[in-house]
């Protein structure tokens, strides 16, 4: 039997062993051991396009200065809307994150009727990366050496001038079809799997004309092999200053672009977003991403994981109405 003193000492003893306890478990939860091994960052789209040149910046830039092990996963198709169901139902534990867009996060729900998840509400938005302007271009060799070019031959055969696409259900695809209604013209849509391909057909002159974002052509463009004909956003672009804006050719209010950013699945430890959001934007902060960004023709934007998510929503209500009214549809 224990007397008095002994039983106090084990109470004692046990209340300590219990409150230790939480200590270390607190001590173990996300926010503080986080990560404690390699992150899956799924890019929607293949290799070579605009989500994966800025995808393998932010990896190899957050394992490099961090000492994290990030590692970029392509998994593309339908729109880039493949990669963003794959990262809804992954575990919110902050391993397994995602590049998504505007193109696959705001434009595909409204394109594509069978999507079982809603960004606002199955994602949650970590950081913002950057922003940039859609170019139409053509091949270096094609016979279109002006915008004004490409109106007048589809007004005169419409339908036979054909542009190339990076997928169904893109703001890029939607600035094409825009772009049509805007020019009162019919063009002949090509959709790729991704951008690479449908660059390569364009440079082929097996498309007369690439729609694409800047980051994705930059390098073909700055090589001369393709020739930028004009920009779809309000502004013209700091990476081709010489290049107009759609709008400038008489097109008033004309204004297309694009964002990238980082999402994870609903439910993550908001110490976690927080850790990746802090992380991310000192990358952004860095004049070597900054320039690296730039040089691809994109414009770095750091915002706070509330200023993005206002953004995703205020994008995602907005698009409904311009998906509309341009009358795409998934072919």
């Given amino acids: 039997m224990f007397n008095k003193n002994t039983r106090q000492l084990l109470s004692f003893l046990t209340v300590f062993f219990c409150i230790l306890g939480v200590s270390q478990t607190q001590a173990q939860t996300p926010g503080t051991t986080y990560p404690s091994k390699p992150i899956r960052l799924i890019v929607p789209f293949p290799p070579g396009g605009g989500t994966d040149i800025l995808s393998r910046l932010v990896a190899t830039k957050l394992t490099e200065q961090v000492k994290w092990t990030v590692v970029a996963d392509n998994r593309a198709g339908a729109g880039g809307t493949i990669g963003i169901t794959e990262a809804v139902k992954a575990a919110p534990t902050g391993y397994d994150l995602v590049m998504g867009q505007k193109d696959n996060l705001v434009i595909g729900p409204w394109l594509y009727k069978n999507l079982s998840w809603d960004p606002t509400r199955d994602l949650v938005a970590v950081a913002h990366i950057a922003y940039t302007p859609v170019v139409i271009a053509t091949s270096a060799n094609?016979?279109?050496?002006?915008?004004?070019?490409?109106?007048?031959?589809?007004?005169?055969?419409?339908?036979?001038?054909?542009?190339?696409?990076?997928?169904?259900?893109?703001?890029?695809?939607?600035?094409?079809?825009?772009?049509?209604?805007?020019?009162?013209?019919?063009?002949?849509?090509?959709?790729?799997?991704?951008?690479?391909?449908?660059?390569?057909?364009?440079?082929?002159?097996?498309?007369?004309?690439l729609v694409s974002s800047v980051p994705s052509a930059m390098a073909q463009?700055?090589?001369?092999?393709?020739?930028?004909?004009?920009?779809?956003?309000?502004?013209?672009?700091?990476?081709?200053?010489?290049?107009?804006?759609?709008?400038?050719?008489?097109?008033?209010?004309?204004?297309?672009?694009?964002?990238?950013?980082?999402?994870?699945?609903?439910?993550?430890?908001?110490?976690?977003?927080?850790?990746?959001n802090t992380e991310i934007n000192k990358l952004l902060a860095s004049q070597e991403v900054r320039d690296a960004i730039h040089a691809q023709g994109a414009e770095p934007e750091a915002m706070t994981p509330s200023k993005f998510a206002t953004l995703l929503k205020t994008d995602y209500a907005k698009w409904k109405g311009i998906v509309e009214a341009s009358g795409a549809k998934i072919d």
């Fill in 221 to 276: 463009i700055k090589s001369g092999k393709l020739r930028p004909l004009a920009v779809t956003s309000a502004k013209r672009s700091s990476s081709m200053p010489d290049v107009p804006t759609v709008a400038e050719l008489g097109y008033k209010d004309f204004d297309v672009s694009t964002w990238y950013g980082v999402l994870a699945p609903a439910g993550t430890p908001a110490a976690v977003v927080t850790t990746l």
């Fill in 142 to 209: 094609s016979k279109f050496k002006t915008l004004a070019d490409v109106i007048n031959a589809a007004r005169s055969a419409p339908g036979k001038v054909s542009y190339g696409s990076p997928g169904n259900g893109t703001s890029i695809h939607l600035a094409g079809e825009l772009f049509e209604k805007a020019a009162s013209i019919e063009l002949s849509h090509i959709p790729y799997k991704g951008s690479n391909p449908a660059m390569m057909d364009a440079l082929a002159g097996n498309v007369d004309l």
